[in-house]
């Protein structure tokens, strides 16, 4: 009988779907869902398809997958991945009859899909250089396998995105019968190309971790392996250059370097009703109008001048004008209100700001606020909060025709974790949030926008 590993990380809309089709192949006694601390109902829809569920001991899928083996109780062990719906219905059969009939001991599957940039500038390159005895398989990156546990727990398994190229070297070194088979047509996400650096690095690194070359330390195998690297980078940029793009800020503790309304708390006297209306209302809607209330009567020249003696972080004007370089669309996303956003947005040269509309009377705050439609929830809405800063951020990507793929997030507050979990890449920037820092891409904790210039290139 067969075990089904799916680790998993975010993937409440498809996760049942792939536990019921492993379930019902008739080789499979066993799923194992492994979660990777999933913030959504992950856990909860795998359970209802009757899957063992397990969290992982670590974030990553290297971990997850040896987790799951670990707990295994079959010989043969199939893996799949959680985001794919695509899947034939005899995928189990397809990854482990060879295994089965005691054919084959590990099996990679290919499909038929474009192979990626990083399959076809990075790993069969490198292979060839470093490992020119290894065997040529048609996808070496490809996630969905299966093979024997006996042999599974014999081999090391990378962290990032190095674990699917490692499993295949260490299998190969261990002189498993190694076969690859196809398993029909897969529609599965496509890294959007910021994330194709990290990926091309790490699959590189395994690589070079792993292989056995004998004449591989050399200076023209070096040489080899840096023109690969810049061939790979030349490629992302030039991909990056011809997308439309978008790049957004948080405001309060990631551009200013604290909370513009805390200061004003400060300078006028209330933050004691500041801190009972924050305690004691839930609602989002409720809880703006009544914030907004305490600064009635302030001039715009006041707020101005508060907001410009709050510290803005370090290399602000320089890492808009590199994202403008690049081909970004720039702009800030807040909770606070369009009137400092919007000075903001002047005195930076971003494109665009999206925050509450402070109503002002003659030049001085009236105590009213609206909220932007952009922040409520509509039929693209894609989290499950009335109010959310992500529902402002699809939005402004269909005005721009911009894919929500190609964004880029940058944000410190727990109000910034569905962006930071949907943008093409999340950034938290010295948040003092576990969860926040859980769910991004990269965790900056220095306060200078210097930080993210590697990211960016």
């Known amino acids: ?45 795998a359970r209802k398809e009757g899957a063992t569920v397990i969290t992982s001991t670590k974030l990553g899928k290297g971990a997850s997958m040896r987790d799951g083996i670990l707990l295994a109780k079959n010989e043969i062990i199939a893996f799949l ?26 099996v990679k599957s290919y499909f038929t899909r474009q192979a990626g940039r990083v399959t076809e500038l990075v790993a069969k ?26 042999l599974f727990s014999k081999i090391e398994f990378e962290e990032g995105y190095g674990v699917d190229i490692g499993i295949l070297i260490d299998m190969h070194n261990l002189g498993a019968r190694i076969t690859e088979v196809s398993i029909g047509n897969i529609e599965n996400r496509m890294q959007p190309l910021e994330q194709l650096g990290k990926m091309s ?29 810049e061939q790979m980078e030349f490629a992302i940029r030039e ?39 924050v305690t004691t209302n839930n609602n989002p809607f409720i809880r703006t109008k009544l914030i907004a209330a305490l600064l009635k009567g302030k001039s715009i020249g006041d707020l101005l001048e508060l907001t410009d003696s709050i510290a803005v972080t370090p290399s602000l004007e320089k890492i808009v004008t590199e994202l403008k370089k690049q081909g970004y669309i720039t702009g800030i996303i ?25 109503e002002f009377s003659r030049s001085f705050t009236t105590g009213e606020v609206k909220i932007p439609s952009l922040f409520v929830s509509g039929e693209d809405s894609q989290c499950k909060h009335d109010y959310c800063k992500l529902n402002a951020l699809i939005k402004i990507c269909g005005q721009y025709k911009v894919d929500l793929k190609n964004t880029l997030m940058i944000g410190d507050g727990e109000n910034d974790i ?28 220095e306060p200078d926008f210097q930080q993210l210039v590697p990211i960016l290139n």
């Open 334 to 358: 807040s909770d606070s209100y369009d009137c400092v956003t919007n000075h903001l947005k002047n005195k930076f040269g971003f494109d665009f700001t999206i925050s509450n509309e402070l």
């Open 201 to 229: 690095r790490e699959v590189a690194r395994a690589i070079m971790k792993k292989s056995s070359s004998a004449d591989a330390k050399n200076l023209a195998t070096y040489e080899n392996i840096q023109i690969i690297r």
């Open 239 to 277: 991909g990056l250059m011809s997308l439309k793009k978008i790049a957004v800020f948080d405001m309060d503790n990631t551009i200013l370097r604290t909370s513009f309304i805390n200061t004003a708390a400060e300078k006028y006297g209330f933050k004691k009703q500041l801190v009972d209306i």
């Open 418 to 445: 569905c962006c930071l979990k949907k943008a093409g890449i999340g950034i938290s920037f010295c948040s003092t949030s576990n969860l926040v820092d859980a769910v991004a891409d990269y965790v900056i904790k």
């Open 125 to 150: 390159p490198l292979l060839s250089i470093l490992y020119p005895s290894f065997p040529n398989f048609k996808q070496p990156l490809s996630g969905m396998i299966a093979g024997k546990k006996s």
């Open 1 to 45: 009988m067969v075990t089904v590993i799916i680790p998993a990380l975010n993937e409440e809309k498809t996760i049942r779907q792939v536990v019921h089709l492993a379930n019902n192949s008739a080789h499979v006694s066993e799923v194992i869902v492994v979660d990777d601390k999933s913030m959504d109902n992950t856990v909860a829809e």
């Open 81 to 106: 991945d959680a985001d794919i719906i695509s899947y034939s219905k005899d995928v189990v059969e397809l990854l482990t009859e060879p295994i089965v009939k005691d054919k084959t001991d590990f």
